[in-house]
């Protein structure tokens, strides 16, 4: 069994910052790219960050120079350090991973369980 736990979520004002974190636990071989998806009241769920297993990095343009993935492969955790908040970056805040497990080839994409982010006055 491979899960996903998230962990960070908060209430902070305008301006100020959160860090979020996730660790995958399980029989893992191998993990390539790790992502933060993010989904907003009736909003679709949309791509905020990626990790690959090298370390590129790519980001949404709306949270570009504010917020920082990074992952340490040792620990099987991605963390993503959001700075400057905006109210618009409001949502349930998602890892995504995609997994080789033990004895296997081919990887699978895991989901976290979702972590809430509101940034109010």
């Known amino acids: 069994q491979v899960q996903l736990v998230e962990s960070g979520r908060g209430l902070v004002q305008p301006g100020g910052s959160l860090r979020l974190s996730c660790a995958a636990s399980?029989?893992?071989?191998?993990?390539?790219?790790m992502c933060w998806y993010r989904q907003a009241p009736g909003e679709q769920r949309e791509l905020v960050a990626t990790?690959?297993?090298?370390?590129?990095?790519n980001y949404v343009d709306s949270v570009k120079g504010r917020f920082t993935i990074s992952r340490d492969n040792a620990k099987n955790t991605v963390i993503l350090q959001m700075n400057s908040l905006k109210a618009e970056d409001t949502a349930v805040y998602y890892c995504?991973?995609?997994?080789?497990?033990?004895?296997?080839?081919?990887?699978?994409?895991?989901w976290g369980q979702g972590t809430q982010v509101t940034v109010s006055s």
């Open positions: 995504n991973a995609a997994i080789v497990r033990v004895g296997e080839w081919s990887s699978v994409p895991y």
């Open positions: 990790i690959t297993s090298g370390g590129s990095t």
């Open positions: 399980g029989r893992i071989s191998r993990i390539f790219a």
